[in-house]
Structure formats: structure tokens, C-alpha cells
């Protein structure tokens, strides 16, 4: 008897979690159809071994202004780790007080994007790293000025020799500058979001509201674009699919990823942008004319996918846009190596215009 | 017999002893009249407690390109703590990409500087931080604009309260984030340089060119105007006491101190500039125009001494002036609080010329 109402219990309390988790895991098990959670290790490069020696020495660059010819600027500047990984400005400045084009996408997670820039032009990080670099409205140098640079300054010979012990020729180049910085970009990662916890399988992690915005999110169709770990940067879509959103959002003379393809159809198409930690980096779009995250939102309903949201179904996916704030990670600020007389000075002439 | 012989060999040994003791110590103790070596504690604010949480609201603060109306100038923009505390630039580059009038001294050891600026015309750390917040030519912002920025956000707001819950008023003030940062940058100090270990007794950290260049820099004279903690940052002096450089070294719209007290005799008098950790803070003097150590102490040597030093003792006194790198303080990169809504946008305006 006593063995009896012990099983009984015993099992109706499995068939009660059965039921609890079954309520609950239609909405995980969709969720988990669209997006992975950040993983927590750092992610390996396939043709660019993550080692520690490169991960410091790309820190290091990462936060060297002598990269730019100015000796102002720096990776940091435009994609500042104490903020976002950008800086919550419209569209950055550089060399000269330049405004460059667009909107400075974030450095978090970007190891996960498909492609890398707002049209996708860069296949990955390293080949990203190397175009504001010589950008004439960034950081306005050349690989040779860099090469230069680096090479002046015999910490940065040994580290680079030590970071690519297995490598054939010289110690230091623009394409191993490159690596570097991929690797310790490899490392910029924010998982424990708490998205991230309710993907791990705790969907307690999110609140009512938030699941509501998730539902919305994936019903709505915002997740077919934005999808994956990053919820985005995966593929292109037209800026406007359903209805264009005014020039003082898509401003005209930006055609997007038509400049890279030249391919009629891909008049304003765009790489969806990555939502992870989407709250750090207003403002918001290529143009960064949004400021409010709310607005953004009420834009693409419209402009993508034709749907006109109630007040709260955009404050419902907006809470849940906020989960997907993840840890960023600590950052020990690296003491440079001293320049020489070998180095090339800075050279801070303003652009002919 | 056997004991006796001890007895002798010990007595020779310590006389040995006390006769090397003796002939470096008058080289120890004149050094110890004109220097003292930097602190490894934290030195205290006789009016501004420096505290934990002020320290890590200062290291905020300091980072915080927000405090510039751009949005993309910090503190360490121009006082870089992974170079020398400064940013190697003949003069700064400010809001607008304007050039400043002079060289930017290094954040490093400042607090044992007797006043701050070139011409000491702020008192202390707390009033010199308030200067380039404002500057036009620097981070263009006002003691409203800051507030107004940091009252934005709540988790400045909460860190205000702790840092200075002693205190009176508004919890965010101006001066209050002045307050702070001078708290953090009391922290930037440089102990353990090779000279610091020779003054705490270990002659042995110097070599003998390093002796011979301490004991040129004391019998030239350069230790009558650069002494103390700082090695320099004590006295005002003129440049040029006995034949003032060209105007490409010393340009002659710039006064110095005459500016700021406008008494006749202070005509191109400036503050000696403290030499701690001068290597790294090239280019040299308030006018940045000088990029060699070597060139910098030849002209210092005939122009404020009337002294013609030889190659070699140039060299044995650059030689010691390297000894007064120290170790530079680890600094963890804040991860700052979110802008929000009411964060003032940021304002990229080029200066009217």
C-alpha cells in the first residue's frame, strides 16, 4: 500500500512536469527552430587558429591608434567595447573629422555573421579588418604605413613572430595584422543573455511580456530574416520590401549591396542586421536616423513585412528585443608598445575635399 | 688560530663592504636631495577622499567619450593609458578635428605635479579636468551638456549617490564628476621604474652609464628645475633662461604662464616639465615639436644652462631619463552604462572658423 501511493505520486508528479514542460516547450521548440543560443567558448576559425599569443597581440592592435595614419584613431574608436561595440553615433567619424557613410555595426558577436559590413562585402573578419584601416574616410593609412609602424617597434616583431611561429616570411604584414585582430574579435562574444538562458532551456529566464514579443517576433515574421545566433546577419533582404520607408531613413544615394553585386535587383538590399545587444547600439539602421528601438521596430513591421502592430505588440517585442543583452566580455586595456624613431609620425592632414 | 683567521676575514669583508657602501652612497644621497622616489600606495586627497567607488566612477568617467558634445572624445583620447598617459601627437586633435595649442603632458604620476597644465593655471586635478570638457577646441561640451548626459542614465545616476553619499545637493554635479576622475587618476601612478629602485637603496639597478647621466643631470643643473617625485612639474621657469630656442621649437604667440598672470616677467615661463616615464611621451616640450630624447636634452642643456655637453654625455643623461619609466598601472576597460532616450544626441557640428 505504502509502495502503491508512493508510485502514484511518484507518477503523477512526472505526468504533472510532463504537462508543465509541454505547455511551455511549444514556444522553446519553435524559438529553438530560428536561433542558436552565443556559445560561451570561443569559436574557432577555420584558417585562422585562435591561440592566445594572437588573441593578446590582436588586442593590442585592436586598440592602437598608430594603425591609423593619424595615430587618433583606433579600432576601439568606432567600435568601442565599453559601449556596444560601436559609437552611438548616426554614422561614425573619422580621419579629418570625416562622417563616413554608415552606421558602425557592432563588433559583438560579429564572428557569427554570415558576411561582414552592412552589404556584406567582407567574407569574414580579417578581410573586414582591413578595409577602414585604409578607408581614406577612417583611419586613412595604407598596408605599408602599417607594416612600417608595426615594424618599428621590436615588441611588436616578437609578439607577431611568436603569434605566427608556423608562418613562412616576414615576421610582420597587413594580412597577419588582419588575423590578429580576428582572433581577439573571435573572443568579443556576449553569451548568458537572457535569451540565451531561455534557449539553454530555463524559460523561466523570460518574462511574461517577453514571450509575448518573442511569439510576435517569430509569427509576425521578423525571424525569417532575422534568425540564427545572431538573430540576423545572415542574409540580404530589401530595405523596404513591402513599402520604402522615406529618404531621411533609406537615404537614396545609398543602393546598398548593389555597389558590391552591380546587380539590378540588389537596389537597396542589405544585410539583415544582428539584433544581439541590439539596446547598446542606437542608433539603429545603415543610415543610424533611428534613435528609439521602438520606432525601428514600428519601421520594419511596416516597411518588411506590411503588418500594422498595436502599441503593445511593438512594447512586447521590444522587451524581448532587451534579452538579447548578453555579457559582454571583460577587456584589460593593453599597455602599447613605445614607439621609436623608426615610426612613421602621425600624419593628421585634413582630406582635399 | 682558526677563530682568528675568521675574525679577519669577516672584519675585511665588512670593511670591504662598507667602503663599496661608501662610494656609491654620496651619488644615493645627493640623488635623495634633489629626488624622491614614486609612492606604491595611493597617495590621499587632502580634499576629495579617494574611495573605491569613486575610483571606479572616475575609471568610467575617464572613458567615457560622452562627455565630449561629439560623443567620440574621452579623457583617454589624449591622456592614452596604453601609451605613455598621453597621445603622441605634437598638439591634440580636438572636437572637429582642430589642433590644440600645445602638447598633451601625460595623465601618469600628475597628481605629484605641484600645479597642472603647462602653465599650472589649474590647481589641482579636479579643476584641470573640467578644462577640456569645455574647451572648444577639445571635447566642446558644458558642465550642463555633462549633466545633463550623465543624469540620463540610472546606473551613473546610483553610482553618483554611492561614490559621494556624504555629500549634499544634486546627486550628479560637474564638479562631482571632476571630483571622481581626479579620485581615478590619483590611482595612475608608475612606482618601480629602475630609478625608484635606486632610490629605495638598490644601487645596483642602475648601470654605469645610468650614474654617470644621474650625476651629469645633477651637476649640469637640469635637477635645480626638474626634481622631486616628478623629476620636473614643481617650479615655473623660463624657456630660454640663457638663449631661447627658434620659433620652430618656441613659438612665439604662445606666452605661457603670461597668459595666465600677466605680469611681464612671465613672458614664455612654463612649467619644467616632470620627466617620469619621458620616453614614452614623445614628441617633446609644450609645442610637441621635438621627437628625439637626444635632440630634447641638447637643446634643454644650452638653452636653460648654457651647457655644451658631449655626444656621450648626452647619452649617459638619456640614458638615466629611460631609468624613470615605471610600471604602468593595469587598467580593466569600463563597460559603460546604456545611453537612453533622454541622453543627448551627439553633436558633430564642425566649429565655425
Redesign the interface.
Known sequence: MKHASFLLATLSVFALSLSAAKAESDLLKDARDYFEPVPHAIPSLPDNPVTQEKIELGRMLF????ISS???LSCN?CH?????GD????TS?GH??Q?GPRNAPTVLNAIFNEAQFWDGRAADLKAQAKGPVQAGVEMASTPERVEATLNSMPEYVERFTRAFADNDGPAISFDKMARAIEAYEATLITPASKFDLFLEGNEAALSEQEKEGLTLFMDTGCASCHGGVNVGGEGYYPFGVIEKPGSEILPVEDKGRFAVTQTADEEYVFRAAPLRNI??T?PYFHSGKV??LKQAVGIMASSQLGADLSEEQIDAIVAFLRTLTGE?P???????P??T?GTP??D?M?PVK
Chains 1, 2 share one sequence.
Not at 559609437?87 to 548616426?90: A, I
Request: avoid cysteine.
Open positions: 586598440f592602437d591608434p598608430r593619424s595615430g587618433l574608436t568601442n567595447l565599453g559601449m556596444g559609437d552611438n553615433l548616426e567619424i579629418g573629422w562622417k539596446e547598446l542606437a534613435w528609439e559582454r571583460s577587456v584589460d586595456y593593453p599597455i602599447l613605445i614607439s624613431s609620425k602621425p593628421l585634413q
